[in-house]
């Protein structure tokens, strides 16, 4: 069974460009949850998303946003991009919403120049 | 709030030499508990969890760990460390049923010949 699957893997924008990434989960498993890590705030939780509903969010501003689609496929998107949101983002998937543990992808590393 | 304290940023070993990374935890109920790995430019891979019932739990790779509830500790221990368990190392908090973890700042694993 393939693993999560995160495009792109790296990726360099410039201040205030927007950015989108893509998450493929594990099959079967229906929750896609998103984290931020750095190497000052370590990892630090952005959303969940269970069967295209936004379950959690975490203490981010609004510039950080996410969907689910109905084959369970998410994306992130970050708006007028700072210098601050350069970081590993990692999505982890599992089957449900409630149990089990977080199955990471190799995560998408992003560069605001 | 949980919260995950890894007191120790750096831990170097010998190779063939026990290993014992700490982790303490603070939660008001019964934590479901993770330790993860991470090697540089990869994700976050699971080596063990504890949910509820035995408190010593095996992981992958021969690394096992102890829930102490009365010391609020999940420590991660490894008896005879190889070469390619160089890495960061990751202990994680949840509550029954978490939509997201909890990670400490993480322990980097130095092996020395």
């Known amino acids: 069974k393939a693993g999560v699957t995160q495009t792109p893997r790296y990726l360099i924008k410039t201040r205030g460009q927007q950015v989108t990434l893509s998450c493929s989960p594990i099959?079967?498993?229906?929750?896609v949850s998103w984290y931020q890590q750095t190497p000052g705030q370590g990892l630090q939780f952005l959303f969940e998303y269970f069967s295209e509903t936004q379950r959690n969010k975490g203490n981010f501003p609004g510039r950080f946003s996410g969907r689910q689609f109905s084959n369970s496929r998410s994306e992130m998107n970050v708006s007028t991009l700072e210098l601050g949101d350069s970081a590993l983002y990692l999505c982890a998937s599992r089957e449900t919403a409630n149990t089990g543990e977080l199955f990471f992808g190799e995560g998408s590393r992003l560069t605001v120049l | 709030a949980q919260s995950v304290t890894q007191p120790d940023i750096h831990i170097t070993v010998s190779e063939g030499a026990s290993l014992e990374l700490r982790c303490n935890y603070s939660?008001?109920?019964?934590?479901?508990l993770f330790w993860y790995v991470q090697s540089p430019g990869q994700g976050l891979q699971l080596l063990l969890k504890?949910?509820?019932?035995?408190?010593l739990v095996q992981g992958i790779k021969g690394f096992e760990a102890e829930f102490k509830r009365s010391q609020s500790s999940f420590n991660l221990r490894k008896p005879s460390v190889h070469w390619s368990d160089a890495a960061e190392y990751f202990c994680a908090v949840g509550a029954a049923g978490y939509s997201t973890l909890t990670f400490g700042k993480g322990t980097m694993l130095l092996v020395s010949p």
């Open positions: 504890y949910f509820s019932g035995d408190t």
């Open positions: 939660y008001g109920a019964t934590p479901y």
């Open positions: 099959s079967g498993h229906r929750s």
